[in-house]
């Protein structure tokens, strides 16, 4: 989402601010919290100063944000992941977003090496992304769920953490979808 140059600026007076002033985003607008007493040079000048700094830290963010769903991005982490838990001999010839896929995190194809992300996860914690990367690389390396698969995906330190978060996030899903069935289907007289 491209972030707007000149945002929407609306200024709150505050009685409890004697002061500070402060400047954030409310969805794609710039709110500039100033004391209830603030002259409009003032207002103007902190206008000048603070938007701009806020404007471009979003841009930061979103260009952070936007970096770490690039597939190169990806395929980098996973390298990464694979010679810091797996000594790195998972080797992927390719990591790639899927939008295709709803109903897995991850998929990987030992005979090619193509490891497949749900772009579900694009939006989740690191180290959520992570264990999912992990979980796939050590499937390079052994393809089923053997005990030397889950000795090789328990290498990755927040494991039983990741995994009970994704499993909330999968039950989320699945009740929220259930959730929204209820409403279409008319009600029993």
Known sequence: MPV?????????????RRKTVSAHWSEDTVVLSVPQ???????????????????????REAAKGADRRSDDRLLQRAQELSRRHLDGRARPSDVRWSGRQQARWGSATPATGVIRISAQLQEAPEWVLDFVLVHEL????????????????????????????????????????????????????
């Open 138 to 189: 050590a499937h390079l390396l052994e393809a089923d769920h053997s005990p030397r698969f889950r000795e090789l995906e328990a290498r990755y330190p927040l494991a039983e953490r990741a995994r009970a978060f994704l499993d909330g996030a999968a039950w989320a899903h699945r009740h929220a979808e259930d959730a929204a069935e209820d409403q279409r289907e008319p009600s029993p007289s």
């Open 37 to 59: 007493a603030a002259t409009r040079r003032e207002i103007e000048h902190w206008t000048r100063e603070l938007v701009p700094r806020v404007v471009e830290r979003r841009r």
């Open 4 to 16: 707007p140059s000149q945002p929407e600026v609306v200024v709150r007076r505050s009685a409890r």
